[in-house]
């Protein structure tokens, strides 16, 4: 295999979530979309950062001898703090973080290594009808690499999905489609001024690969994010859409927490840190008005 | 067409069911005041703290022992003990405790092995399996056929064709037989007893039939399912009396018979059948199991009765334990209400995997008809009931003493290298194995004539016909198995002492000694760079190419020779039960960052906490490590897997659980002890046991209720659980 290069942050196998059967999910770093309740923030940066752990540090104070960036420093209260904008994420800091008070996210890969971790489980794909997903961040972004993996998975006769937000080139889809079997396809807001204010960026480009991919026959697993205060008044204008893009099924994925203490280790601010998770009659109503459109809905 | 419908209990039955639950957990209370913790199942008796029982030692050194001793004092202890009979059981009778709690049943001190090979086990921290007892299994149908005349009509007609010089064994056995019978009749009295006193027409009525049945069984063979029940709950009170047995059988198949011909005389519905085997669960928690390949591999042994038995254990909610031996053809229906139960509330089973069970049996020269019917009947072990003397899980040859003593060596040595400590990890793990196999051919020598398996002899192909116990030529196969711990400690010590000294120069052999002499107090720093290291079960790493090269050797010195005097046939095996604190509480420090006395690794298993870096955790990670490293020939090393209830209940959690299942079996996996959790129950149970007395846990190869355990065995559990996640 010719060697091609990406950056990961996490091989996650037995994804029982990100598709059918029991699945090896790949996680990119990297994505053009920084949606509000993003709970992998750890993957939004293209390149490598570090998550920081203070309950963990031990004070040996290793990671100020190597770091020559001065991105550690010593707050006058004895604090160790981060200057973020400093760092430059060669990661020597972690490398010497035998506490795991420091910890890498994101790490350059060749497609053969990752090649390697995803064919250890192909036997329970294949006792399970499961496969490979690469997700991320936006695993299209990398789209060689990407291309790379997804062709020497088909080779191996391994199931594909792409997990995507779709906001990337038309050209993208189109290199990817013949070896994809399956694309999770993320449906955040209808409206394309309610999704710049949730994600950042318009949905057009979005919508048109999305409507695009659905002419082409490709198979769609419809992902859609449900943050009741946030795009809850869109449900009814997505399931519009999705009546006429007939995905074989929509998951409504309620908003849950699970992504909190990342942001304190990245020290970000969670911007949904006052949202609460979804009650069962919230998500339920959601489906209900999806299946009342048609779509084969469940919830996540 | 097979039905496998769920029963739909009655109220009478359910009410019954849901009275022995709720007395099981005051029983567990009472126990818990009184004993304390019990590491093990439930174990199901009933204590009488104020049972007295006269010991008669019968050896000057003060102990019982030999078969006259042992069969009178058993005789006498099943006479005198208390008749328990519950009045919502399907049957009578419970044991109380073991007889060796009242009776010093020993090894006679000059039957006992050389001085200098206690020595060596106290060296090592060796349990050397010598004077082991049980770990076998009978064939629970030379019972059933019988009956407790019949075993004595047995023993009475072979007395008198082999007539022996000493007929010790027949006395003996005479004596368990009588013992038994007497012991029913005194059940049959109490249930009477009660009978008369109780005003309630049904339990009335129960308590009769309890005492007729009983009646009939003193002398006769069961007719019924539900007399074959009692006779069931019978042999497992008495061999639970004598050394805490715990075997049963194929219980789907052995009960079938019963079950169909009581259904087609309509005396029999399927939600009595389920009271019956909530009442043998009551009664105790013997293992046995359920489904699995006929001898010609042919057919599934799935039934109908195994779909009840499942109903039971879901009805009655309480440790059971039952696997489920798992093949390409096993019944999905079967399998997936069995993954169903344990996600909804615990009550589940284990899973035996037929091929590296089955194919590993074949290796030890076995043919593959006979190696489909060895069976799991222990904890983690297997046994060709009725035919096998496995003598398994009584040994426990820890490698972490072998790697201490290396380490010692090579201190002293101008070249130190982790090629010259291997070698010297070689030579120790012979020494422990060697003294093992010896203390196996005294054990061959001396079992039968100080404490012979009086239980197991009645129930099994040989012992009675030919007046031998079973450990010395009473059955044609004599298995002696070794099981092997800390795999995942000591690969992980070697990979750390690789990649940090030899690979990476980040510290040198005298600090790593400084710091394990110091049990790495004021070398913190140095704990966590030994510690945090790609560990066994990472994909690629150094420890896993350890792991595999130690197992290698550790099962070529129990394979390459039988025991040096008798020859006796050796399996291999890795398991620690879930003893890996009490292994762990006589080792000093290791490499691998572990602290002194801290618990060692368990079975081939990965330690919690092993995966890292951008392969994070997963079920199928730490199958593919345990698949990977097994021994080989026949016994289980033991997959544990606490899974999150909440990922399983989604859509496609179960189905991705099968998979998993029936993909660990062919990567030559032996068993799978499943757990489903939640984290935050789990953390309550073990902040006060008391708030959750009904959690059910698989522990290792055994399920018990979580509130029992010792704290060290709840925080296994914990340890497990949580590594997962964080």
Avoid at chain 1, 237 to 265: C, N, Q, R, T
Avoid at chain 1, 282 to 297: Q, R
Avoid at chain 2, 716 to 726: A, E, N, T
Wanted: glycine letters at 8%; charged letters at 25%.
């Amino acid at each position: 295999m010719e060697i091609c290069y990406g950056n990961i942050f996490n091989i996650q196998r037995f994804s029982v979530h990100d598709g059918p059967g029991a699945r090896t999910t790949v996680f990119f770093k990297g994505c053009n979309l920084h949606c509000v309740w993003c709970h992998n923030p750890e993957s939004i940066p293209s390149k490598a950062v570090i998550e920081f752990y203070p309950q963990k540090c031990i004070g040996c104070g290793e990671c100020f001898k190597v770091c020559t960036h001065k991105v550690h420093l010593i707050a006058p209260d004895g604090d160790h703090l981060i200057d973020r904008q400093a760092c430059e994420g060669c990661l020597t800091c972690t490398d010497t973080c035998y506490a795991g008070a420091l910890a890498p996210v994101g790490r350059k890969v060749t497609a053969e290594y990752v090649v390697k971790q995803i064919e250890t489980d192909i036997p329970y794909y294949q006792s399970s009808g499961g496969g490979v997903t690469f997700s991320g961040g936006e695993a299209m972004l990398q789209i060689e690499f990407l291309s790379k993996l997804l062709t020497e998975c088909r080779k191996k006769g391994i199931h594909t999905a792409v997990d995507t937000a779709g906001n990337v080139p038309r050209e993208y889809f189109e290199k990817i489609l013949p070896v994809t079997d399956l694309f999770l396809f993320d449906v955040k807001a209808a409206d394309s001024e309610v999704h710049k204010m949730l994600t950042g960026v318009h949905n057009e480009r979005i919508l048109s690969n999305l409507y695009w991919l659905a002419d082409q026959g490709a198979r769609i697993f419809v992902r859609i994010p449900f943050v009741p205060s946030r795009n809850g008044s869109e449900m009814e204008a997505i399931a519009d859409i999705l009546s006429e893009i007939k995905p074989e099924l929509a998951e409504v994925i309620p908003y849950h927490k699970l992504g909190a203490a990342k942001y304190a280790a990245l020290g970000l601010i969670d911007q949904c840190h006052d949202e609460s998770t979804p009650s069962d009659e919230e998500v339920e109503e959601v489906l209900t008005i999806l299946k009342n459109a048609g779509v084969n809905a469940r919830k996540s | 067409m097979l039905d496998t419908s769920k029963v739909v209990l009655s109220p009478l039955y359910r009410d019954r069911i849901n009275g022995l639950h709720e007395d099981k957990l005051k029983i567990n209370d009472i126990k818990m005041k009184l004993i304390g913790h019990l590491n093990f199942d439930d174990w199901g008796f009933v204590y009488y703290p104020d049972f007295k029982f006269e010991a008669r030692p019968n050896h000057p050194s003060g102990i019982v022992c030999g078969y006259r001793a042992i069969g009178e004092h058993i005789r006498r202890f099943m006479h005198e003990m208390p008749k328990y009979v519950n009045v919502n059981s399907a049957l009578g009778g419970a044991w109380i405790k073991p007889i060796t709690d009242y009776v010093n049943i020993g090894i006679a001190p000059e039957d006992d092995v050389p001085k200098e090979l206690k020595e060596c086990w106290h060296k090592y921290h060796t349990y050397p399996g010598f004077a082991g007892m049980n770990h076998c299994a009978g064939d629970i149908n030379i019972g059933l056929e019988l009956g407790w005349g019949g075993l004595l009509k047995k023993l009475r007609y072979y007395r008198e064709l082999n007539n022996p010089a000493d007929p010790a064994f027949y006395d003996g056995e005479e004596d368990v037989v009588l013992g038994m019978q007497e012991w029913i009749a005194g059940v049959s009295k109490e249930a009477r007893r009660m009978a008369a006193e109780e005003t309630d027409p049904d339990k009335h009525q129960n308590l009769i039939e309890i005492a007729e049945m009983n009646e009939w069984l003193i002398e006769n063979p069961p007719r019924t399912l539900r007399e074959a029940c009692q006779f069931i709950a019978h042999f497992q009170t008495l061999d639970r009396t004598y050394y805490v047995g715990g075997a049963l059988d194929q219980l789907d198949e052995k009960l079938r018979p019963y079950y169909e011909r009581d259904v087609a005389a309509g005396i029999l519905t399927d939600d009595m059948a389920v009271w019956y085997i909530a009442s043998v669960f009551f009664n105790d928690t013997h293992y046995s199991q359920i489904a699995g390949l006929t001898p010609d591999g042919s057919r599934d042994l799935t039934s109908r009765m195994s779909f009840i038995i499942l109903d039971a254990m879901h009805a009655i909610k309480i440790p059971v334990n039952i696997a489920i031996r798992v093949h390409d053809g096993v019944n999905k229906e079967l399998l997936r209400r069995s993954l169903e139960y344990t996600v909804e509330d615990g009550t589940g089973v284990d899973y035996s995997c037929n091929i590296g069970i089955e194919q590993g049996y074949k290796k030890n020269g076995y043919p593959e008809g006979l190696a489909r019917t060895r069976i799991k009947v222990g904890c983690n072990w297997c046994c060709v009931c009725g035919h096998e003397y496995p003598l398994q899980d009584v040994t426990r040859a820890n490698m972490g003493f072998a790697l201490y003593w290396a380490l010692q060596d090579i201190r002293n040595e101008s070249e130190r290298s982790t090629a010259r400590l291997f070698e010297l990890f070689c030579k120790h793990t012979q020494i422990i194995v060697d003294s093992i196999k010896q203390g196996y051919d005294r054990h061959y020598e001396i079992m039968g004539r100080n404490r012979p398996e009086v239980v197991y002899n009645l129930f099994m192909y040989g012992p009675v016909e030919r007046g031998l116990n079973c450990s010395e030529g009473g059955v044609d196969i004599l298995n002696f198995n070794i099981d092997g711990v800390a795999l995942a400690t000591v690969a992980d010590s070697f990979a750390a002492i690789e990649q940090r000294i030899e690979k990476e120069g980040r510290i040198t052999w005298d600090q790593m000694f400084e710091a394990l002499d110091a049990n790495y107090e004021g070398y913190e720093n140095i704990r966590l760079m030994m510690k945090n290291i790609n560990r066994f079960g990472s994909p690629d790493s150094l420890a896993e190419d350890w792991a595999y090269k130690i197992r290698d050797f550790y099962v070529w010195a129990c394979k390459h020779e039988g025991t040096p005097k008798h020859h006796l046939m050796i399996i291999p095996g890795l398991f620690s039960h879930g003893t890996v604190a009490e292994l762990g509480a006589r080792l000093p420090a290791t490499p691998n960052g572990r602290k002194n006395y801290e618990p060692i690794s368990h079975s081939n298993e990965p330690d919690p906490g092993f995966a890292a870096g951008i392969n994070t955790f997963a079920p199928t990670l730490k199958a593919n490590a345990v698949a990977q490293a097994q021994p080989g020939f026949g016994n289980s090393a033991p997959l544990h897997l606490d899974i999150d209830t909440d990922m399983l209940s989604k859509e496609g959690g179960i189905d991705a659980l099968i998979a998993l299942i029936h993909t660990h079996n062919h990567m030559g996996g032996t068993l799978i002890n499943l757990n489903c959790l939640t984290e935050k129950k789990l953390l309550e149970a073990h902040e006060d046991p008391s708030k959750h007395p009904d959690l059910l846990v698989r522990v290792t190869g055994y399920s018990a209720f979580f509130a029992s355990l010792s704290k060290d065995y709840r925080q296994q559990i914990i340890d497990r659980f949580l590594s997962k996640k964080y």
